[in-house]
């Protein structure tokens, strides 16, 4: 019960379809399993409702809120949504990220370029500027955002590496404004993770069998395998609970010491796009 009598929203808290469970979800569970009274926000309803279903058929809370984050209306009733479920927002949890049409940057189209910095970092910050004030109200809060490795090493795609840098300096920025109030603000970088968007997405996408793709990944990994959601969720779980209290403005790796080897070959992700 690490995050007993706590208020968590999960944003991003459905999944792609496919084999497995997705980083949302799991933060999701976890939450909810360790005590929390759980909003779950996601767009795909169908998929949101099975995250609901999911916590509640294991004995947990949860209500759910549909939102495109796109839309600073929606992420404005996100977080009224909570207040009126829940009476307040102890932890905010940013899970949606996107790569959808990236390129090198001579061939990027600038809609890819749009579409992915709106998705990955502006509605990141628009989910945030909706709950601070909650949180500054309360004097205390935690906030964990979803980077990825990808922002700190070598990376082929432009879109979603800038877009995942600046969700690390988003980050830093509401750490540094919001400790006045007791409001921390950590990230997680994962790295390559065994996810329904992550395998499924790539297999169709790169036209690579789902067993190859998945040899491939995981011999990326100095560790010798990809990680879980579950290990995503877990670190989560730690920085939004009062065990990293003393913790704030942290960007955490998740990714089997993947980027450990910055600069060097064995760090590359391009023979994943290949």
């Given at each position: 019960?690490?995050?007993?009598?706590?208020?968590?929203?999960?944003?991003?808290?459905?999944?792609?379809?496919?084999e497995?469970l997705?980083?949302?979800?799991?933060?999701?569970?976890?939450?909810?399993?360790?005590?929390?009274?759980?909003?779950?926000?996601?767009r795909?309803t169908?998929?949101?409702?099975?995250?609901?279903?999911?916590?509640?058929?294991?004995?947990?809370?949860?209500?759910?809120q549909?939102?495109?984050i796109?839309?600073?209306?929606?992420?404005?009733?996100?977080?009224?949504?909570c207040?009126?479920a829940?009476?307040?927002?102890?932890?905010?949890?940013?899970?949606?990220?996107?790569?959808?049409?990236?390129?090198?940057?001579v061939?990027?189209d600038?809609?890819?370029?749009?579409?992915?910095?709106?998705?990955?970092?502006?509605?990141?910050?628009?989910?945030?500027?909706?709950v601070?004030?909650?949180?500054?109200?309360?004097?205390?809060?935690?906030?964990?955002?979803v980077?990825?490795?990808?922002?700190?090493?070598?990376?082929?795609?432009?879109?979603?590496?800038?877009?995942k840098?600046?969700?690390?300096?988003l980050?830093?920025?509401i750490?540094s404004?919001?400790?006045?109030?007791?409001?921390?603000?950590?990230?997680?970088?994962?790295?390559?993770?065994?996810?329904?968007?992550?395998i499924?997405g790539?297999?169709?996408?790169?036209?690579?069998?789902?067993?190859e793709?998945?040899?491939?990944?995981d011999?990326?990994v100095?560790l010798?395998?990809?990680?879980?959601?579950?290990?995503?969720?877990?670190?989560?779980?730690?920085l939004?609970?009062?065990e990293?209290g003393?913790?704030?403005?942290?960007?955490?790796?998740?990714d089997?010491?993947?980027?450990?080897?910055?600069?060097?070959?064995?760090?590359?992700?391009?023979?994943?796009?290949?």
């Amino acid at each position: 019960m690490r995050l007993k009598d706590k208020v968590a929203i999960v944003v991003g808290a459905g999944q792609t379809p496919g084999e497995g469970l997705g980083n949302g979800r799991a933060t999701a569970l976890l939450f909810a399993k360790e005590g929390a009274r759980v909003l779950a926000v996601d767009r795909d309803t169908r998929s949101l409702e099975e995250t609901r279903e999911q916590i509640e058929g294991a004995g947990g809370v949860c209500t759910t809120q549909h939102a495109d984050i796109l839309k600073e209306g929606d992420c404005e009733e996100i977080a009224r949504a909570c207040v009126r479920a829940f009476g307040r927002i102890d932890i905010l949890h940013n899970n949606v990220g996107i790569g959808t049409h990236d390129s090198s940057i001579v061939k990027l189209d600038t809609s890819a370029w749009d579409n992915i910095m709106d998705t990955n970092l502006k509605g990141m910050a628009l989910t945030c500027k909706h709950v601070l004030p909650v949180m500054r109200r309360q004097r205390g809060g935690a906030i964990v955002n979803v980077s990825s490795i990808a922002a700190i090493v070598s990376y082929p795609l432009i879109a979603y590496k800038v877009s995942k840098a600046g969700v690390n300096a988003l980050t830093q920025l509401i750490a540094s404004s919001g400790a006045k109030y007791g409001i921390r603000a950590n990230a997680i970088m994962p790295g390559l993770i065994n996810t329904p968007m992550a395998i499924e997405g790539h297999s169709t996408a790169l036209n690579v069998p789902r067993d190859e793709l998945i040899r491939r990944r995981d011999a990326q990994v100095p560790l010798g395998k990809m990680g879980t959601a579950w290990d995503v969720a877990y670190a989560a779980l730690f920085l939004a609970s009062d065990e990293a209290g003393f913790i704030t403005g942290v960007i955490i790796p998740v990714d089997g010491g993947q980027s450990g080897q910055v600069g060097g070959s064995e760090s590359s992700f391009g023979g994943l796009f290949r």
